[in-house]
Every structure is written in C-alpha cells, then in structure tokens.
C-alpha cells in the first residue's frame, strides 16, 4: 500500500473503498471549478463512479503502471495526486493533482508534488519527473515552477477539454538535479 508521510498536516495514501462517498463530496462540490481544467468531470456523476476510479486505481497499482493517492489535509481528504504513469523503462513519471476548492491557498499542493518527487526518485529510483498542465491553468503550473522544474516546452492542443482544445505545458525535473533539502 502506497502511504507518505509528507509533514505533520498532510499524509498521501492510496483511496480505498471506503473514501469513495468523500471523494465523490469532494468531487461535486468542485466541480464547477475543476471543470475548466479537467475532463473527467462529466463522468463523474454518483458515489459509485469515484469508487470505480478508486478500483482502476487499484489496478493500475498492481500492474505497477501507476499510483493515486488521495491527499488527506489533517485527516480528511482534500484532493487527489500521484503518478498517472509510470514509465520503467525510461524511469520517468508522471504526476498529475487536483485539489477540492475549499483547500486552495494553503500550500497542500506545492506539499504534495515535492513528496512525490522525493518518492520517484528515492524510492521508485527514477531518473525523471514529468508534469503537464494546460497553458492557461495558472495555478497548476505554479506547481512545478514553484520547485524549481524546467518548463521544456508547449504541446499544441495536447488535450480534448468538453468542447475545444487546449496546449499542454510541460515540466521536468531530472533526478541529477533535483534539490531534496
């Protein structure tokens, strides 16, 4: 089971069955806000559509292709985040977030991502980290710039998103460069 400890106000763990009906809460009440930027949001409709994420999840894991963790913000949960592949054979991963609206501001995020990047690299002894993130979400690409990534590019409409496309920036970080302290 995939658990970090990332500080004394955040814990990244795998979401199991039982956070389904907190994660799909979480889910509603963001959606408006979550839905500029992701694509999913439509398909997400009941309880047992978050609970379906959570089992793919678990499969995902077990084939070792990748890991989502909910972000749990002093017990309860507050977002999601982890590795939405995980390349073995280049040692890349690829990191992908989202945060309920009512945990913005706080720093959870920034938090988060840098405990996956120690992870990919100590642990998962990986040689990259990549993160993309559509041009104009501000906010999301104030993550890896914030770490200190190097933004590598744009990726034309990299992304189908309801009704148009959208360019997709991306980050790296290689592990030779990565600063743990």
Not at 2 to 10: Q, S
Not at 11 to 35: C, H, Q, V
Not at 109 to 137: Q, S
Request: hydrophobic share 40%.
């Amino acid at each position: 089971m995939f658990i970090v400890e990332v500080d004394e106000e955040i814990t990244l763990k795998m979401l199991n069955a039982a956070d389904a009906e907190e994660l799909f809460a979480i889910t509603d009440r963001s959606r408006e806000y979550l839905r500029e930027w992701l694509p999913w949001l439509d398909y997400t409709k009941s309880v047992d559509d978050s609970l379906q994420f959570i089992k793919n999840n678990f499969q995902l894991y077990a084939e070792r292709k990748g890991v989502t963790a909910g972000i749990f913000y002093n017990g309860s949960l507050a977002g999601v985040a982890g590795y939405n592949e995980l390349d073995w054979v280049n040692k890349i991963a690829y990191i992908g977030y989202w945060l309920d609206i009512e945990h913005q501001g706080k720093g959870i995020m920034t938090r988060a991502v840098r405990a996956l990047t120690d992870y990919a690299f100590e642990e998962f002894d990986l040689n990259r980290v990549d993160i993309r993130a559509a041009v104009g979400n501000v906010k999301s690409r104030a993550i890896p710039e914030r770490l200190g990534y190097k933004k590598e590019g744009v990726l034309r409409q990299s992304e189908w998103l309801y009704d148009h496309f959208v360019d997709h920036a991306v980050y790296s970080m290689l592990k030779s460069e990565w600063n743990t302290s």
